[in-house]
């Protein structure tokens, strides 16, 4: 605990109004205030170190299905660029019997 909030806790706990209740803070007290926020610092570092553990394995998570993603776009764009040039090899085919039958039925 720094010093303005020990000086913040001394003026409120000074207050006329808490005069004759018992309350008497000692350097106890203040002791046992420092270690409780000691333990919450302890188990909010431990939080902090657990959540970034699950982020980062959620980052390699989600580079993992990025990198799927791209394998399957490029096989996608492949099997699109091989039907493409079925399908100009089908035509130039379809053209040339056409073409050939154009030419035989002149002859006969």
């Not at 008497?24 to 409780?36: D, H, Q, Y």
């Amino acid at each position: 605990m720094d010093r303005e909030d020990r000086e913040f806790l001394d003026r409120k706990l000074k207050n006329p109004a808490l005069e004759g209740r018992g309350l008497r803070l000692g350097g106890s007290v203040f002791n046992a205030i420092n270690e409780k926020f000691a333990g919450i610092d302890e188990k909010f570092e431990e939080t902090k170190r657990y959540f970034g553990v699950v982020a980062e394995g959620l980052r390699s998570e989600i580079r993992l299905v990025a990198e799927g993603h791209d394998v399957i776009r490029r096989e996608i764009e492949e099997f699109r660029e091989e039907v493409r040039n079925e399908f100009k090899e089908i035509r130039s085919l379809v053209k040339f019997s056409y073409t050939d039958m154009g030419s035989t039925n002149q002859n006969a």
